[in-house]
Protein backbone atom coordinates (compact mmCIF):
# COMPACT_ATOMS: atom_id res chain seq x y z
CA UNK A 1 0.00 0.00 0.00
CA UNK A 2 2.87 2.47 0.63
CA UNK A 3 4.12 2.08 -2.62
CA UNK A 4 1.16 2.83 -4.15
CA UNK A 5 0.75 6.01 -2.28
CA UNK A 6 4.52 7.41 -2.60
CA UNK A 7 4.01 6.45 -6.52
CA UNK A 8 0.72 8.62 -6.84
CA UNK A 9 2.30 11.29 -5.19
CA UNK A 10 5.52 10.89 -7.14
CA UNK A 11 3.34 12.20 -10.05
CA UNK A 12 1.08 14.75 -8.41
CA UNK A 13 4.31 16.66 -7.10
CA UNK A 14 6.11 16.92 -10.50
CA UNK A 15 7.26 20.14 -11.33
CA UNK A 16 6.05 19.66 -15.05
CA UNK A 17 2.06 19.49 -14.42
CA UNK A 18 0.91 16.27 -15.75
CA UNK A 19 -2.31 16.62 -17.68
CA UNK A 20 -3.93 13.26 -16.08
CA UNK A 21 -3.01 10.21 -13.89
CA UNK A 22 -5.02 6.83 -14.56
CA UNK A 23 -3.93 4.59 -11.90
CA UNK A 24 -4.99 0.28 -13.32
CA UNK A 25 -5.89 -1.58 -10.35
CA UNK A 26 -5.54 -5.70 -11.95
CA UNK A 27 -7.45 -6.62 -9.37
CA UNK A 28 -5.43 -5.95 -6.14
CA UNK A 29 -6.26 -7.31 -3.17
CA UNK A 30 -4.33 -4.72 -0.91
CA UNK A 31 -7.12 -2.27 -0.75
CA UNK A 32 -5.74 -0.19 -3.38
CA UNK A 33 -8.54 0.74 -4.62
CA UNK A 34 -9.58 2.19 -1.54
CA UNK A 35 -6.45 4.52 -0.84
CA UNK A 36 -7.14 5.81 -4.61
CA UNK A 37 -10.67 6.88 -4.19
CA UNK A 38 -10.46 8.23 -0.62
CA UNK A 39 -6.87 10.15 -0.68
CA UNK A 40 -6.62 10.81 -4.30
CA UNK A 41 -9.99 11.25 -5.61
CA UNK A 42 -8.91 13.56 -8.79
CA UNK A 43 -7.19 9.90 -9.67
CA UNK A 44 -8.50 8.30 -12.44
CA UNK A 45 -9.43 4.32 -11.46
CA UNK A 46 -9.41 1.89 -13.59
CA UNK A 47 -10.29 -2.11 -12.68
CA UNK A 48 -9.99 -5.01 -14.53
CA UNK A 49 -9.48 -8.70 -13.76
CA UNK A 50 -5.91 -10.31 -12.81
CA UNK A 51 -4.92 -10.64 -16.57
CA UNK A 52 -1.40 -9.15 -16.05
CA UNK A 53 0.85 -6.18 -16.64
CA UNK A 54 0.31 -6.05 -20.50
CA UNK A 55 -3.10 -5.81 -19.98
CA UNK A 56 -2.99 -3.18 -17.54
CA UNK A 57 -0.70 -1.12 -19.58
CA UNK A 58 -2.30 -1.65 -22.40
CA UNK A 59 -5.69 -0.50 -20.40
CA UNK A 60 -4.28 2.31 -19.61
CA UNK A 61 -2.85 3.23 -22.71
CA UNK A 62 -6.32 2.64 -24.88
CA UNK A 63 -8.23 5.05 -22.05
CA UNK A 64 -5.83 8.30 -21.90
CA UNK A 65 -6.76 11.58 -23.55
CA UNK A 66 -3.45 12.22 -24.51
CA UNK A 67 -0.47 11.74 -27.28
CA UNK A 68 2.51 11.60 -24.80
CA UNK A 69 2.24 8.65 -22.34
CA UNK A 70 4.60 7.61 -19.62
CA UNK A 71 4.17 4.76 -17.08
CA UNK A 72 5.32 4.44 -13.56
CA UNK A 73 5.13 0.74 -11.73
CA UNK A 74 3.72 0.80 -8.37
CA UNK A 75 6.97 0.13 -6.70
CA UNK A 76 9.05 2.84 -8.72
CA UNK A 77 9.08 6.67 -7.87
CA UNK A 78 9.71 9.67 -10.73
CA UNK A 79 12.00 12.75 -9.45
CA UNK A 80 10.30 15.94 -9.13
CA UNK A 81 11.82 16.93 -12.35
CA UNK A 82 11.03 13.65 -15.03
CA UNK A 83 8.49 14.88 -16.64
CA UNK A 84 9.79 18.16 -17.21
CA UNK A 85 13.70 17.26 -18.20
CA UNK A 86 11.80 14.35 -20.68
CA UNK A 87 9.36 17.57 -22.29
CA UNK A 88 12.78 19.75 -22.65
CA UNK A 89 14.36 17.10 -24.47
CA UNK A 90 11.42 16.48 -27.03
CA UNK A 91 10.96 20.27 -27.85
CA UNK A 92 15.17 21.14 -28.21
CA UNK A 93 14.40 18.00 -31.36
CA UNK A 94 11.89 20.23 -32.48
CA UNK A 95 9.36 17.54 -31.60
CA UNK A 96 11.05 15.05 -33.70
CA UNK A 97 11.55 12.91 -31.05
CA UNK A 98 8.70 10.12 -29.80
CA UNK A 99 10.40 8.04 -27.03
CA UNK A 100 12.39 9.73 -24.68
CA UNK A 101 13.71 7.59 -21.17
CA UNK A 102 16.10 8.71 -18.20
CA UNK A 103 18.84 7.46 -16.21
CA UNK A 104 17.97 5.44 -12.66
CA UNK A 105 18.27 5.01 -9.24
CA UNK A 106 18.74 1.38 -8.15
CA UNK A 107 17.62 0.72 -4.64
CA UNK A 108 17.75 -2.66 -3.30
CA UNK A 109 16.54 -4.04 0.38
CA UNK A 110 17.12 -0.36 1.05
CA UNK A 111 20.66 0.29 -0.11
CA UNK A 112 21.46 1.75 -3.15
CA UNK A 113 23.44 -0.31 -5.88
CA UNK A 114 25.54 1.05 -8.93
CA UNK A 115 24.76 0.01 -12.07
CA UNK A 116 26.94 -2.48 -13.81
CA UNK A 117 28.22 -1.65 -17.59
CA UNK A 118 26.07 -3.24 -19.50
CA UNK A 119 22.74 -1.48 -18.01
CA UNK A 120 24.17 1.62 -19.50
CA UNK A 121 21.35 3.78 -20.76
CA UNK A 122 21.74 4.45 -24.37
CA UNK A 123 20.73 6.81 -27.49
CA UNK A 124 19.70 6.80 -30.84
CA UNK A 125 19.51 3.69 -32.82
CA UNK A 126 20.43 1.36 -30.20
CA UNK A 127 18.36 -1.98 -31.62
CA UNK A 128 21.49 -3.91 -31.38
CA UNK A 129 22.49 -2.97 -28.02
CA UNK A 130 18.69 -3.61 -26.72
CA UNK A 131 19.14 -7.29 -27.82
CA UNK A 132 20.63 -9.20 -24.86
CA UNK A 133 18.83 -7.54 -22.12
CA UNK A 134 15.92 -4.86 -21.12
CA UNK A 135 17.99 -1.58 -20.68
CA UNK A 136 15.29 0.68 -20.67
CA UNK A 137 13.03 1.31 -17.97
CA UNK A 138 9.30 0.92 -18.12
CA UNK A 139 8.96 3.48 -15.19
CA UNK A 140 11.75 5.71 -17.69
CA UNK A 141 9.96 6.81 -20.91
CA UNK A 142 7.60 8.85 -22.19
CA UNK A 143 6.05 7.84 -25.63
CA UNK A 144 4.27 9.07 -27.79
CA UNK A 145 1.21 7.49 -29.14
CA UNK A 146 1.76 6.99 -32.40
CA UNK A 147 4.57 4.42 -32.09
CA UNK A 148 1.78 2.47 -30.55
CA UNK A 149 -0.64 2.77 -33.17
CA UNK A 150 2.16 2.56 -35.81
CA UNK A 151 3.97 -1.03 -34.03
CA UNK A 152 1.46 -2.05 -31.68
CA UNK A 153 1.55 -2.43 -27.55
CA UNK A 154 2.54 -5.00 -24.70
CA UNK A 155 2.06 -8.50 -25.71
CA UNK A 156 -0.20 -10.18 -23.15
CA UNK A 157 1.69 -13.57 -24.20
CA UNK A 158 4.67 -12.53 -22.56
CA UNK A 159 4.55 -13.56 -18.90
CA UNK A 160 7.62 -10.86 -17.98
CA UNK A 161 10.04 -9.35 -20.62
CA UNK A 162 6.89 -8.04 -22.83
CA UNK A 163 8.74 -4.50 -22.46
CA UNK A 164 12.15 -6.00 -23.80
CA UNK A 165 10.35 -7.47 -26.86
CA UNK A 166 8.27 -3.80 -27.21
CA UNK A 167 11.25 -1.64 -26.52
CA UNK A 168 13.15 -3.90 -30.16
CA UNK A 169 10.06 -3.04 -31.92
CA UNK A 170 10.29 0.12 -31.42
CA UNK A 171 14.41 0.48 -31.25
CA UNK A 172 14.46 -1.23 -34.70
CA UNK A 173 12.28 1.75 -36.39
CA UNK A 174 13.13 4.99 -34.25
CA UNK A 175 15.76 6.83 -32.53
CA UNK A 176 15.73 6.66 -28.77
CA UNK A 177 16.72 9.99 -26.59
CA UNK A 178 18.12 10.31 -23.75
CA UNK A 179 17.68 12.23 -20.44
CA UNK A 180 21.12 10.96 -18.98
CA UNK A 181 20.58 12.46 -15.39
CA UNK A 182 18.51 9.91 -12.89
CA UNK A 183 15.11 10.90 -13.24
CA UNK A 184 13.24 7.48 -11.48
CA UNK A 185 13.97 5.66 -8.41
CA UNK A 186 13.50 1.56 -8.67
CA UNK A 187 12.62 -0.14 -5.87
CA UNK A 188 14.02 -3.99 -5.98
CA UNK A 189 14.34 -6.78 -3.28
CA UNK A 190 10.93 -6.93 -2.44
CA UNK A 191 8.42 -9.91 -2.60
CA UNK A 192 6.08 -9.95 -5.78
CA UNK A 193 8.04 -9.08 -8.18
CA UNK A 194 7.71 -10.43 -11.81
CA UNK A 195 11.48 -11.71 -12.23
CA UNK A 196 11.51 -13.78 -9.61
CA UNK A 197 8.42 -15.67 -10.37
CA UNK A 198 9.54 -17.45 -13.80
CA UNK A 199 12.43 -19.06 -14.08
CA UNK A 200 14.68 -18.75 -17.03
CA UNK A 201 14.00 -15.33 -18.06
CA UNK A 202 16.02 -16.13 -21.34
CA UNK A 203 12.67 -18.60 -22.33
CA UNK A 204 11.02 -15.77 -22.70
CA UNK A 205 13.06 -13.33 -24.30
CA UNK A 206 14.11 -16.53 -27.18
CA UNK A 207 10.08 -16.35 -27.75
CA UNK A 208 10.47 -12.88 -28.05
CA UNK A 209 12.93 -12.67 -30.45
CA UNK A 210 11.58 -15.84 -32.83
CA UNK A 211 8.39 -13.61 -32.87
CA UNK A 212 10.18 -10.98 -33.96
CA UNK A 213 12.04 -12.05 -36.61
CA UNK A 214 8.88 -14.24 -37.90
CA UNK A 215 6.79 -11.44 -37.72
CA UNK A 216 7.91 -8.20 -37.92
CA UNK A 217 9.55 -6.20 -40.53
CA UNK A 218 12.97 -6.26 -39.61
CA UNK A 219 15.80 -5.17 -42.07
CA UNK A 220 18.19 -7.62 -43.33
CA UNK A 221 20.74 -6.54 -40.58
CA UNK A 222 18.15 -6.55 -37.62
CA UNK A 223 17.35 -9.68 -38.70
CA UNK A 224 21.00 -11.08 -38.50
CA UNK A 225 21.39 -9.41 -35.28
CA UNK A 226 18.54 -10.44 -33.84
CA UNK A 227 19.47 -14.54 -34.75
CA UNK A 228 22.61 -14.54 -33.50
CA UNK A 229 21.57 -13.35 -30.35
CA UNK A 230 18.13 -15.40 -30.22
CA UNK A 231 21.13 -18.61 -30.95
CA UNK A 232 23.36 -16.89 -28.04
CA UNK A 233 20.13 -16.91 -25.70
CA UNK A 234 19.11 -20.52 -26.49
CA UNK A 235 22.75 -21.60 -25.59
CA UNK A 236 22.21 -20.31 -22.30
CA UNK A 237 19.00 -22.74 -21.50
CA UNK A 238 20.64 -25.70 -22.83
CA UNK A 239 23.51 -25.10 -20.70
CA UNK A 240 21.23 -24.60 -17.69
CA UNK A 241 19.21 -27.87 -18.48
CA UNK A 242 22.25 -29.75 -19.31
CA UNK A 243 23.11 -29.08 -15.96
CA UNK A 244 19.94 -29.90 -13.99
CA UNK A 245 19.22 -33.06 -16.20
CA UNK A 246 16.38 -32.14 -18.15
CA UNK A 247 15.99 -34.13 -21.77
CA UNK A 248 12.97 -32.65 -21.99
CA UNK A 249 14.17 -28.84 -22.19
CA UNK A 250 17.59 -30.21 -24.05
CA UNK A 251 15.73 -31.71 -26.81
CA UNK A 252 12.99 -28.59 -27.51
CA UNK A 253 15.90 -26.09 -27.23
CA UNK A 254 18.31 -28.01 -29.26
CA UNK A 255 16.09 -28.47 -32.05
CA UNK A 256 15.38 -24.64 -31.91
CA UNK A 257 19.54 -24.19 -31.95
CA UNK A 258 19.72 -26.10 -34.90
CA UNK A 259 16.64 -24.62 -36.96
CA UNK A 260 18.03 -21.02 -35.84
CA UNK A 261 21.82 -21.97 -37.22
CA UNK A 262 20.31 -23.47 -40.17
CA UNK A 263 18.94 -19.61 -41.51
CA UNK A 264 21.75 -17.23 -40.98
Given at each position: ???????????????????????????????????????????????????????????????????WIAFLDSDDQWL????????????????????????????????????????????????????????????????????????????????????????????????????????????????????????GIDRFRVRALEK????????????????????SKIKVIISGAEK?????????????????????
Amino acid sequence: MQFIENTIKSVLEQSYKVDEIIVVDNNSTDNTCELVKNKFPNVRLLRENQQGVSYARNTGINNAKNNWIAFLDSDDQWLRNKIELQVNKVKSHNYNSLFVHTDEIWIKNGKKINQKKKHMKLEGYIYKECLNMCIISPSSVLVNRHLFNEYGMFRPWLKVCEDYELWLRFTSKVPIYLVNVPCVVKYGGHPGQLSKKHWGIDRFRVRALEKLILRFNLNKIQTKDTTNALISKIKVIISGAEKRKNKKIMKIYNFKKNYWKDKI
